[in-house]
T-cell receptor, first 115, second 113 residues
Framework: AQTVTQSQPEMSVQEAETVTLSCTYDTSESDYYLFWYKQPPSRQMILVIR??????QNATENRFSVNFQKAAKSFSLKISDSQLGDAAMYFCAYRATSGTYKYIFGTGTRLKVLA | DGGITQSPKYLFRKEGQNVTLSCEQN?????MYWYRQDPGQGLRLIYYSQIVNDFQKGDIAEGYSVSREKKESFPLTVTSAQKNPTAFYLC????????????FGPGTRLTVL
């Protein structure tokens, strides 16, 4: 069965600095999607960034980028120029490209941004 | 505006009572999902529906039931058989089951007293 592990329950970063959130996963599939979702205090889940496993190029969305290491089954999120609005829970998620299309979520990392 | 609505935002029920959580979407999405969120456990899939009149159990379906009679609606009933129903419940939808993005509703916090 697929699993997603986020080993950092909480992280802190100074405003304007860079922070990296870690995520590892386990799967026997060769093709799949990986996601980072943000959940601010409002608890509305927001998609931050998405990576397709067959693409070697790391996905980037403005200040958010990923380091996707397929062989190591690692999918970290880098937030550059951190802003107070980035403070939230961040969830890593996995989804296969076939079968039931179920999403598997990690346990989350709480990010604090210090002014 | 297109989106997913969940009502109410906060719900209180007495132990032993069934309660139904509402989820409505006007995105014309085929697939809909229910997740449960507990502190320190991320999101866990309760039920999902890939198309109208069809649904499948997720990882923690015991004590829950759903229906999908209309494309835009996917209500979740928390029954008295659910041992620990107090949690935050999130509904999501996707254009199709295979589409690689889910959109989430604002969630319902259920507290069973």
């Amino acid at each position: 069965a697929q699993t997603v592990t986020q080993s950092q329950p909480e992280m802190s970063v100074q405003e304007a600095e860079t922070v990296t959130l870690s995520c590892t996963y386990d799967t026997s599939e060769s093709d799949y999607y990986l996601f980072w979702y943000k959940q601010p205090p409002s608890r509305q889940m927001i998609l931050v960034i998405r990576q397709e496993a067959y693409k070697q190029q790391n996905a980037t969305e403005n200040r958010f980028s990923v380091n996707f290491q397929k062989a190591a089954k690692s999918f970290s999120l880098k937030i550059s120029d951190s802003q107070l609005g980035d403070a939230a829970m961040y969830f890593c998620a996995y989804r296969a490209t076939s079968g039931t299309y179920k999403y598997i979520f990690g346990t989350g990392t709480r990010l604090k941004v210090l002014a | 505006d297109g989106g997913i609505t969940q009502s109410p935002k906060y719900l209180f029920r007495k132990e032993g009572q069934n309660v139904t959580l509402s989820c409505e979407q006007n995105l014309n999405h085929d697939a809909m999902y229910w997740y449960r969120q507990d502190p320190g456990q991320g999101l866990r899939l309760i039920y999902y529906s890939q198309i109208v009149n069809d649904f499948q159990k997720g990882d923690i379906a015991e004590g829950y039931s759903v229906s999908r009679e209309k494309k835009e609606s996917f209500p979740l009933t928390v029954t008295s058989a659910q041992k620990n129903p107090t949690a935050f419940y999130l509904c999501a939808s996707s254009r199709t089951a295979a589409y690689n993005e889910q959109f989430f509703g604002p969630g319902t916090r259920l507290t069973v007293l």
